[in-house]
C-alpha cells in the first residue's frame, strides 16, 4: 500500500527519461482509465498537460503523468475529484524538474483532503446514485467502476480492520452494492461487471474477516449458529456478513450457503443441534413458512440449555410473515446482538 494509504498504481514517475512524454491514449492504458476520463478531468479541472502544441496530439511529460496519478489515487480514496484535482495541480506546481521533491498532496485519509471526517455528501459523486454516505463508499464506488481490484480489497481490509464486520457491511459494503445495483437496474446490462467484482472482493474481505481481526475467543462446548439460504435462494452475501461478525463475537458456526434443500437443512438441524438457526430469504416468493413452522415443530437445540434455540427469520423475503415462535430482526447489528450478545462470549 502506498504511504498516503492509497492503493498501489503501476507508477511511471522516475521510470522516463527527463524529457519523455506520452500520449493521452498510452497514459489512459497504463493507468487503466478511459482517454474520455483524461478529457473530462482536463475540461472540468484543467487538470491537462502543462504545455501544449497547437495542431498536435496532447502530449503528458513525468510531471504531468504523476499528476494524473495523485488525482486516481486521492479518488479512489474518496476524495472528492474537485478536491483532488486541486491537490494534485499543487503537487505538480511544487514538484522539482525531474519529478523528486515538492509538496505532496494531502494524505488521502485525512479530514482534509476528503473535506470531511466521515460522512459525505451527494456532491463530487462518484456518478452513483448515493445519497449522504461516508467519503470511503464513494472511493469504493470509484475503484469499482475502474475496476481497480487491489483498490478494491484494500479499502475494503482496511475498513474492516478498523471498525470491524458489522460497520464494515452497514456503512461501506452495503451502501456501495446498492448504489452499484440501482445503476446497473437504471442503466439496462451496464455495470454488470462492477456489481460482479465488488461482490466477489466484499464476499473476500467478509471471509477473510477472522484473519483482519484475529478470532474471537470461543467458549469451549458452545452450540453453533446454523446459517443457510431457504431453498432456491442465491444470495449470500448478507449470510456471509453474519457468518463474520458472529466469528468476531466468537461465536461458533455452520455456513450452508446458498440455496439449501430442506432436506438438507433438517439433516444438518437434527445432526448439529444448533443454538440457533438463521434462515435467509431475499425474495418474497422464497421465503418458506411451512419450512419454518416445521423446523419451530422439531424441537432441535442442546437439552438442558439456559436460553432457548431460535429461528432466526432474516432478510426482506420474510417481511410481513407472522410465524410464531420465530424472530424477525431488523438488521445485522440486530441479529448479531441477538445471537451473540456481548454477556454470553467471553470476549468481544
Excluded at 117 to 146: D, I, Q, T, Y
Excluded at 172 to 198: F, N, Q
Excluded at 326 to 344: D, F, H, M
Aim: hydrophobic share 40%; glycine share 10%; aromatic share 4%.
Amino acid at each position: 500500500m502506498a504511504s498516503d494509504g492509497s492503493s498501489p498504481k503501476p507508477s511511471l514517475r522516475g521510470s522516463e527519461p527527463p524529457d519523455a512524454s506520452i500520449t493521452s491514449g498510452a497514459l489512459a492504458r497504463r493507468l487503466g482509465i478511459s482517454p474520455t476520463t483524461l478529457r473530462s478531468w482536463d475540461q472540468r479541472y484543467s487538470l491537462g498537460p502543462a504545455r501544449r502544441r497547437r495542431g498536435h496530439h496532447r502530449r503528458w511529460s513525468p510531471q504531468d503523468v504523476a499528476m494524473v496519478e495523485d488525482m486516481c489515487s486521492l479518488t479512489a480514496s474518496g476524495v472528492s475529484p474537485a478536491e483532488a484535482a486541486r491537490s494534485a495541480k499543487e503537487r505538480r506546481a511544487h514538484s522539482a524538474p525531474q519529478g523528486q521533491g515538492g509538496t505532496r498532496p494531502v494524505p488521502a485519509g485525512s479530514a482534509t483532503a476528503a473535506g470531511t471526517s466521515g460522512k459525505a455528501n451527494s456532491r463530487g459523486s462518484s456518478g452513483l446514485p448515493f445519497g449522504a454516505v461516508r467519503a470511503e463508499c464513494r472511493g469504493l464506488a470509484r475503484a469499482a467502476l475502474r475496476l481497480e481490484s487491489v483498490a478494491i480489497q484494500e479499502q475494503l481490509n482496511a475498513f474492516v480492520q478498523e471498525h470491524g464486520v458489522v460497520a464494515a457491511w452497514e456503512e461501506l459494503m452495503m451502501p456501495t452494492l446498492h448504489a452499484v445495483g440501482r445503476k446497473w437496474e437504471s442503466s439496462g446490462d451496464r455495470y454488470v461487471e462492477v456489481e460482479h467484482l465488488l461482490s466477489w472482493h466484499v464476499s473476500t474481505a467478509l471471509r477473510n474477516a477472522q484473519l483482519l481481526l484475529g478470532p474471537g475467543e470461543t467458549r469451549k462446548g458452545s452450540s453453533p449458529v446454523l446459517l443457510a439460504c431457504v431453498p432456491g435462494e442465491q444470495h449470500t452475501l448478507p449470510l456471509e456478513a453474519v457468518h463474520a461478525a458472529l466469528l468476531q463475537r466468537g461465536r461458533p458456526v455452520r455456513m450452508l450457503g446458498a440455496a439449501v434443500p430442506a432436506e438438507a437443512l433438517i439433516a444438518a438441524v437434527l445432526r448439529t443441534g444448533p443454538a440457533a438457526v438463521v434462515l435467509w430469504s431475499q425474495t418474497r416468493s422464497l421465503a418458506s413458512a411451512p419450512l419454518a413452522v416445521h423446523l419451530l415443530g422439531m424441537g432441535w437445540g442442546v437439552n438442558g440449555a439456559r436460553q432457548q434455540a431460535a429461528l432466526v427469520l432474516a432478510g426482506p423475503g420474510w417481511r410481513g410473515a407472522r410465524i410464531e415462535g420465530a424472530v424477525q430482526p431488523q438488521g445485522l447489528r440486530e441479529a448479531i446482538a441477538l445471537l451473540a450478545p456481548e454477556s454470553s462470549v467471553s470476549s468481544e
